[in-house]
DNA sequence: CTGAAAGCGCTTACAG
DNA sequence: CTGAAAGCGCTTACAG
């Protein structure tokens, strides 16, 4: 590897001491009255000859990396690729750097990847927590490791978080269901405890109670393959061959849904109505398409960014639970002819 | 923060010098015929009281990371976003962490993420090349500062790489359109010059050539906003009313043409037939299906880390210039009833 | 206004 | 078998 520069030859080439570059390099140089003809000076040479100072030995001095650990639960997944990637142009403006990685939901891969990202320093940590990692957490608070969480938080921790009213969001999406004559709503859920999960049964569940009949429920189990799900879905939909209405929780659910009702040549709309938490493309192509509960990404990512970044800068002092509204979009799914 | 421990509390702990706990740690104690039981005790206090080497002073010694840089076209995308996923994993298993980047197919700022990632000190970077980044591959490779490209490679630059045969991929589609009597295929593609687009369009050519009429070219601005690249699809459609066979060469491209052909109100299968390039939920889960041309993701990663980590440990001498074979998955969007 | 020097926490050539 | 010490490239308290 060629030879790279260093602050040192920086310094000898101008005949100064590394102590100005330092300063000049680090904005301080008003500050430390250094003249602004060095500074200009110093500033010139290091745009002409592309110097760039050693992150080693930056961190090892300051044990700052500019780097920000993004931990979602599954990259692949679309509402977590378009959050992450808006997280990474926000960041990236900012001067940071992201490092993205996926839990699948497992706790021991979860606490696995925060040491990892503790021990390369990172500066920050943004998180889709699962239940299990509270001592973590509390941990993290105790050394002044800033994190903020989102999708979903956890009960019995107090720190930032940024999260869509899952309540709100299928409490809509189960009352549309019953106010456009679906009058048997199932909800299709996950067996998983998170508090997003959660809160979207219980939004199901209030709907029903006001507007509709009882309690259908569905739950897949999480760790379940994409053709074991659609075999859940279809076996769930038979013995309940009233129901004529279906609420899915997640976006990933939605779409096995959509394969176990036309594999069971159910017509969509007609038959049965159909309304899926978090907004994809998919749902915009699909014939018939089918109304969702959309969530607002860009400003979540925002928010995110933003209450991590501040934080960083102790700017913070108060705690930041930030609870955004789901938009529901009606499509044909819930329309009969 | 907590104090952390540094190899200097090991060390006096221990009774021993820091040297000994380091040489240690590196693995090197058989080596350096350190005793068994020296070994094991320091390895023991190391266990018990968790402690992790600064990465930043090792970092600064040794120029070493254990990261890799991943520089895609855009994570939201589904098939990057996979692929991307399994690299994760396979890299995590190998000790490596992952950044990644999306460069949006914009030179300049690939040209800024490559500067970023090298500042940052990645031992190794797996890229999407887009054209116009010749020199700074050059410059690595002069650097020794290995990479392998993916998805598609650079004509003249002799590197590793990893890609799917394209060329084939779209002869596959194009001829299986016109087999099942679809006599006039137009593709769809973009305006880039990427050699796997190229490739594409050469195949498409090719199988039109040779079973088929005359080439139909519709080009879709790489930069489109979706609503205007649905436009664009179907004014193209409209001007070229004989069309009764689509190849699209990309997913997203398929996605949009879906809209543009419901748009329409053509009646897919029957009326006009449709292969999208690269393989998705959606083409499974829409009706009609959507016959695709599947690349074999899970094999890509495997090769490109498997690769790249060879080449970081200078084991690879020759040149690793992969071309995985395409699969065409045949679905209901190329059948007539 | 500017510089000499300590020190961050490692690795490793050298000495014994 | 083991250790004292140099040095990686920065930042910054201190001195002038």
Redo the contacts with the bound molecule.
């Keep these: 590897m060629a030879?790279?520069?260093?602050?040192?030859d920086i310094?000898k080439e101008l005949?100064?001491?590394?102590?100005?570059?330092?300063?000049v390099?680090?904005g301080?140089a008003k500050e430390?009255?250094?003249?602004e003809e060095?500074t200009q000076k110093v500033l010139d040479l290091v745009k002409q000859t592309d110097?760039?100072?050693?992150i080693?030995?930056?961190g090892?001095?300051?044990g700052k990396t500019k780097t920000i650990g993004l931990i979602v639960e599954n990259i692949a997944n679309h509402f977590f690729a378009t959050i992450a990637r808006l997280i990474e142009e926000y960041a990236y403006s900012k001067g940071y750097k992201i490092i993205y990685c996926s839990t699948d939901n497992d706790v021991q891969k979860t606490r696995e990847l925060i040491g990892m990202l503790k021990e390369r320093n990172v500066d920050g940590l943004i998180i889709t927590p699962s239940a299990g990692i509270e001592d973590l957490l509390t941990g993290m608070q105790e050394s002044n490791l800033p994190f903020v969480l989102f999708d979903r938080h956890l009960p019995g921790i107090k720190a930032d978080y940024v999260v869509v009213d899952s309540f709100k969001g299928a409490y809509l999406a189960t009352a549309h269901l019953l106010e456009k004559g679906y009058n048997k709503v199932a909800i299709i859920t996950t067996d998983s405890k998170q508090s997003q999960m959660a809160d979207r049964l219980n939004g199901y569940k209030s709907a029903v109670k006001e507007l509709g009949d009882k309690n259908l429920i569905g739950r897949i189990n999480f760790s379940s393959s994409p053709a074991e799900a659609v075999m859940a879905i279809k076996t769930f939909l038979e013995a309940h061959p009233e129901v004529n209405g279906i609420f899915f929780a997640t976006n990933y659910l939605a779409a096995y849904g959509l394969e176990a009702i036309t594999n069971l040549n159910f017509s969509i709309g007609d038959k049965i109505g159909i309304v899926a938490f978090d907004d994809e493309q998919l749902f915009r192509i699909y014939r018939p398409t089918i109304t969702a509960v959309s969530q607002p990404i860009d400003a979540m990512a925002k928010k995110v960014i933003e209450i991590l970044l501040s934080r960083m800068e102790n700017k913070t002092k108060t705690l930041d639970e930030i609870v955004l509204q789901p938009e529901l979009v009606e499509r044909m799914s819930t329309k009969r002819k």
Tied chains: 1, 2.
Excluded: D, E, M, Q
């Excluded at 030879?3 to 040192?8: D, P, V």
């Excluded at 005949?15 to 300063?23: E, G």
């Excluded at 430390?32 to 003249?35: A, F, P, Y």
């Design positions: 030879k790279k520069l260093s602050i040192k310094a005949n100064v001491s590394i102590t100005t570059v330092s300063f390099l680090n301080r430390k009255r250094i003249s060095l110097y760039k100072p050693n080693f030995a930056r090892l001095r300051t």
